[in-house]
């Protein structure tokens, strides 16, 4: 496989890993609510229902691609130049820096002087990250240095 099919199967692995970690978070963080949000809508909802969430997902894809472009070029740089295949390496990868994203490099020591446990947001935003590391692995992390 040539370089420029590389960084192109890259390019549209990250898109799908941000729009899967989108759709994570929108339906993690609204679901606790999703009953207050649309009940005045009534039993046609269903329609407006979905509309809101794929909007929310796209926008929020958008908004994730932005602000993670940096750290997750810097990590898939490291990973491609390594040869890493493992999905655990990419699901925990994608884990870590949702988080970090989220919360800054110091989220695990904030996160046990809570009380224990990592809270509802942070469990949401990891596992945002680690769909969106998981997709990634799906679609291009599978052959990564295959190039080589």
Do not use: H
């Not at 929310?56 to 070029?73: D, E, F, K, M, Q």
């Not at 390496?89 to 446990?117: I, T």
């Amino acid at each position: 496989m040539t370089a420029l099919a590389r960084i192109a199967m890259m390019i549209v692995g990250y898109l799908l890993a941000c729009l899967a970690a989108s759709i994570v978070l929108t339906i993690g963080t609204l679901t606790p609510e999703w009953n207050e949000l649309f009940g005045a809508f009534g039993a046609q909802s269903r329609e407006v229902q979905s509309a809101t969430l794929w909007t929310l997902a796209g926008l929020g894809a958008v908004v994730i691609a932005a602000l993670g472009l940096l750290p997750t070029l810097f990590v898939l740089i490291l990973a491609e130049g390594l040869a890493l295949r493992s999905v655990v390496v990419y699901g925990l990868l994608g884990g870590a820096l949702a988080l970090a994203a989220a919360y800054g490099l110091d989220f695990l020591r904030e996160a046990g002087s809570a009380g224990g446990g990592l809270g509802r947001e942070r469990e949401v935003f990891a596992a945002a990250g680690i769909a969106g590391g998981l997709v990634y692995w799906l679609f291009a992390g599978r052959n990564a240095g295959a190039w080589k």
